[in-house]
């Protein structure tokens, strides 16, 4: 089986315990706008242009066979480039190609205590790979964890409940308008299926909230936040300071790139301490 992933990062300590390999998987069905990874939108694998690295030299286009009107993603403008200003963003890989790659981290795995992560974009979106995958890390035995906003039906969930370890849920906000504001989208699965892991399977949950200046950092919107979580059995929450360093990866996307304000490290402190639970 295959799936369409655009990057596998090794050596990774933000992406659970231990040493991880991140596999991020292409497409998600959310548009925050300060999106880390703005190249994981789109399921299909896409050209991404620096033009900070382009001198004009021109060879792109004298190798192009569709005079660079009509990308067909060939790769020919990639191979040409002398300064890599062009690249193609999204490969398709087979779960059998994929484990090959992560196994050789194994020993760190071990003696770290750590696994691989699927993350993405949204990588539930692609649920029969997924599965597929992590099953071959649970026989090969490798610990899993799945990074994900949970906007996907429960018996997603269900499907690789056997197979995870860890599941690292992102929660952006808990006020639906603020959420559709800042994703485009509803909240109310995202909300129901936290509630779901928490209820109804045993299963270890690392709550991951993004704080962002000027969006979601409000004292009363983070209490929202604690008071939907002591509903739950979750908490131990991540809070994830916003940075502005992806800003030349929207451009090199074709997407145009918001700036927010980042907080400060004594705002971060003050977040922290509301998610302290007695």
Not at 4 to 16: E, K, T
Not at 172 to 190: D, Q
């Amino acid at each position: 089986m295959e799936g369409m992933i655009f990057s596998v990062v090794r050596n990774s300590f933000v992406d659970g315990p231990g040493i991880r390999t991140t596999v991020f998987f292409k497409g998600c069905n959310l548009r925050c706008r300060w999106c880390h990874n703005p190249e994981s939108q789109s399921p299909a694998p896409q050209m991404l242009y620096n033009r900070r690295r382009c001198t004009g030299c021109g060879e792109c286009r004298a190798v192009c066979p569709n005079s660079m009107e009509k990308c067909t993603l060939c790769g020919a403008c990639v191979a040409a480039c002398p300064n890599g200003a062009r690249r193609i963003c999204g490969q398709k890989i087979s779960d059998d190609e994929l484990l090959k790659q992560v196994i050789k981290d194994r020993v760190f795995y071990e003696t770290s205590g750590g696994g691989v992560t699927a993350s993405g974009g949204e990588c539930m979106l692609q649920i029969d790979f997924l599965a597929e995958f992590l099953q071959k890390c649970r026989k090969a035995g490798i610990s899993t964890a799945v990074d994900t906003a949970g906007k996907v039906p429960w018996f997603y969930f269900e499907r690789i409940l056997p197979v995870t370890d860890l599941f690292l849920y992102d929660i952006k906000a808990f006020t639906e308008n603020l959420h559709r504001e800042g994703t485009m989208a509803p909240n109310r699965l995202i909300l129901d299926n936290l509630r779901r892991l928490s209820d109804d399977c045993d299963k270890e949950v690392r709550i991951r909230i993004p704080v962002i200046g000027g969006y979601n950092d409000s004292e009363e919107e983070l209490m929202r936040i604690r008071s939907f979580l002591e509903t739950t059995r979750f908490r131990t929450v991540d809070l994830l300071c916003y940075n502005d360093m992806s800003g030349g990866k929207y451009e090199e996307a074709g997407i145009t790139y918001t700036a927010f304000k980042k907080p400060t490290p004594e705002e971060m402190a003050s977040y922290r301490e509301l998610f302290c639970f007695s």
